[in-house]
T-cell receptor, first 115, second 115 residues
């Protein structure tokens, strides 16, 4: 019974490059959430997706960041033209379904370092 | 404006004693509250939750208390064990089916339980 999978666990990029972070939710979960944790801070909500739909992207920066959760395959958080301030831990979480107060199951995170 | 606040960044207690972690919130729309525990280099894991229709929920050594009028909740761990040493995040979710999955997190409290 695999949990939420994230890869890569560690990602190093130079300024201006693109970063792609992948998240496979738990089996049977159709809701995915992305959070960012900056050093010494809590988790900040970025985006909430269901299959092929973005439900809430109120926490996403307006530029350079995008997310998708296709019908097949993992959810992808994409950061274009990375800057040093993007260095953080990015966590993905999943939950079973809509309208229920389910806890979220988190992946181990991807630690992005921008040089 | 931080809607979920954990005012104590750290807490140190002796093994066997009670640990009390506090959390305050400002948004009246929050009606479901969760505590997560996080070890270094891992994602958060769900610990315990409480709905706004209750004022107490207990699970083994962990009890969460909710004071709606004060917009305050606390997590009690008794007796505390060295393995409880971790960062504890308080999270809150709003009413409504479409928002049920979106949680707002506090910045966390680092608990250290000394043997």
């Amino acid at each position: 019974n695999a949990g939420v999978m994230q890869n890569p666990r560690h990602l190093v990029r130079r300024r201006g490059q693109e970063a792609r972070l992948r998240c496979s939710p738990m089996k049977g979960h159709s809701h995915v959430y992305w959070y960012r944790q900056l050093p010494e801070e809590g988790l900040k909500f970025m985006v909430y997706l269901q299959k092929e739909n973005i439900i809430d992207e109120s926490g996403m920066p307006k530029e350079r960041f995008s997310a998708e959760f296709p019908k097949e395959g993992p959810s992808i958080l994409r950061i274009q033209q990375v800057v040093r301030g993007d260095s953080a831990a990015y966590f993905c979480a999943s939950s079973p379904g809509p309208g229920t107060y389910n806890e979220q199951f988190f992946g181990p995170g991807t630690r992005l370092t921008v040089l | 404006d931080q809607q979920v606040k954990q005012n104590s960044p750290s807490l140190s207690v002796q093994e066997g004693r009670i640990s009390i972690l506090n959390c305050d919130y400002t948004n009246s729309m929050f009606d479901y509250f969760l505590w997560y525990k996080k070890y270094p280099a891992e994602g958060p894991t769900f610990l315990i939750s409480i709905s706004s229709i209750k004022d107490k929920n207990e699970d083994g050594r962990f009890t969460v208390f909710l004071n709606k009028s004060a917009k305050h909740l606390s997590l009690h761990i008794v007796p505390s064990q060295p393995g409880d040493s971790a960062v504890y995040f308080c999270a809150a979710s709003p009413m409504g089916n479409t928002n049920a999955g979106k949680s707002t997190f506090g910045d966390g409290t680092t608990l250290t339980v000394k043997p």
